[in-house]
């Protein structure tokens, strides 16, 4: 590697080390608000050094870009470290974990996001999602005195490992094939003459497979509410937004470079769609928890982006990557409401909890309800916006089949993001009073509403940059 591509990357070598010095400093310094503040001020350093540093060269060691689009979630997903960080900070104290330890871990699985978004080489996706998974494997089981944490981890460490060995038993059969794992080459699924290569096939069908395990795609998503209830809420922000949004920030990148190389996999990726936009909205109808219920409409979510990149557009890329912009905010909005109200109870889940808890809590149940609406869809919100994108590029490649399937999606979820709404302002029996939250945790609440709303008034703002910015 040439010091032009350790240039570069500059903003991941700013999270690395700043991680691994807040790691050392952590084994000796047992105070925890500096290595938070040195946390958050590290990932907000690497997001300017994205921005405003210009890369010497256009690729890194030919397994990551370092272009516009790369270095956009690059400062995506160093805010996002900051912003988690900023939730967790009270999460951190008052249960008595190592500050040292969670910064780190949360600093590396940024670094990961933001190498896995800009992944063009096989080689490098596989790399960087094992980074930030590894980090999570540790920061879900974090609290090693709650049974469900520690539940939650080894069901996502199991997971997490089939998932690897699909992933690695499919790149593996690609390169078998195409003798490279460079793309586009690695994406040639027929011969010069036209005919079809099997294994090839069953590569990157192997490749979904794991794909599907990590963004929770139907029929691999049953892990999905059980890590979800388990993972401290902080943590699970993280997990629902970033470790999701950047796999399929890479599989944007790669599909803009490899062309269509899921021509063959067409009806399969049809049918992956709806069954996931359908389980994860039916699913979520019965659910009495709201983390678990955030579980569920996290998969109908995915599958809605499934679609956006079914379409294989420079519509429906831009629209994939609008809305995974979107799903982060909400997504981390409605995890740092449920965290910013936790007390010496613990978080506030099942739905008897909120009952009539926007009452005594009106402002941040008033943020709740905004997230809730816009993850349903509701016009004037980016969710709204973000949707209508998706569906509008679908259409435009004719699949009037799924845009059908996620309008009856968004219909239904309408049902269960009202309920929690319904419940949150009833007065009958009103809630006992709940945390009063933090500074910090009022920051980030307030930071997501402004961007959901600005977005879903404004969205040519965010459309345009993306324009300029995809590969």
Request: neutral net charge; aromatic residues 10%; glycine residues 10%.
């Amino acid at each position: 590697m040439s010091l032009l591509d350790l240039l570069a990357l500059l903003p991941i070598l700013i999270l690395a080390f700043g991680g691994t010095a807040i790691l050392m400093a952590g084994a000796w310094y047992r105070e925890p608000r500096p290595l938070l503040a040195g946390g958050v001020a590290t990932a907000l350093i690497a997001a300017v050094a994205a921005g405003m540093v210009q890369p010497p060269t256009a690729e890194i060691a030919g397994l990551f870009s370092a272009g516009g689009y790369a270095r956009f979630f690059t400062i995506l997903w160093a805010l996002l470290a900051a912003a988690g960080l900023m939730v967790a900070a009270r999460y951190i104290m008052e249960k008595g974990l190592g500050a040292g330890e969670y910064v780190s871990l949360v600093l590396y699985a940024a670094a990961g996001m933001a190498l896995l978004s800009s992944a063009i080489h096989l080689l490098g996706f596989f790399l960087a999602l094992e980074t930030f998974t590894l980090a999570f494997y540790i920061l879900i089981a974090s609290n090693r005195r709650c049974a469900l944490a520690a539940e939650a981890g080894l069901k996502y460490l199991l997971m997490g490992a089939v998932a690897t060995g699909f992933m690695a038993f499919g790149i593996a059969l690609i390169y078998a094939v195409s003798g490279t794992l460079a793309l586009p080459d690695a994406a040639r699924l027929t011969t010069t003459a036209g005919e079809l290569l099997p294994w090839g096939l069953l590569g990157w069908g192997m490749v979904l497979i794991a794909v599907g395990f990590k963004i929770s795609l139907a029929p691999f998503h049953l892990w999905t509410p059980d890590v979800y209830q388990g993972a401290p809420a902080p943590v699970g922000g993280l997990l629902a937004t970033g470790s999701k949004g950047a796999v399929v920030a890479a599989l944007v990148g790669l599909l803009a470079m490899s062309g269509p190389v899921w021509h063959d996999l067409t009806d399969l990726l049809w049918l992956l769609a709806a069954l996931t936009m359908l389980a994860g909205s039916l699913g979520a109808l019965g659910q009495k928890n709201l983390k678990r219920l955030l579980a569920y409409s996290s998969v109908t979510h995915m599958g809605t982006l499934l679609v956006g990149l079914l379409c294989q557009s420079s519509e429906g890329l831009a629209a994939t990557t609008f809305y995974v912009v979107v799903y982060v905010l909400t997504s981390l909005g409605a995890f740092a409401v449920i965290a910013s109200l936790a007390d010496e109870r613990g978080e506030p889940m099942a739905f008897d909890e909120w009952r009539g808890l926007g009452h005594r809590h009106p402002v941040r149940c008033a943020v709740l309800v905004l997230v809730l609406l816009s993850l349903a869809g509701l016009p004037g919100t980016a969710g709204f916006m973000a949707k209508f994108a998706v569906f509008q590029a679908a259409l435009q490649s004719g699949y009037l089949g799924l845009v059908l399937v996620g309008v009856f999606a968004s219909v239904v979820s309408f049902a269960f993001y009202l309920r929690v709404t319904m419940l949150l302002f009833q007065s009958e029996e009103p809630a006992s009073p709940r945390h009063a939250g933090t500074a910090s945790e009022h920051a980030v609440l307030a930071a997501c509403t402004a961007a959901i709303l600005v977005f879903g008034l404004f969205p040519g703002i965010l459309f345009d940059l993306i324009s300029r910015i995809l590969p």
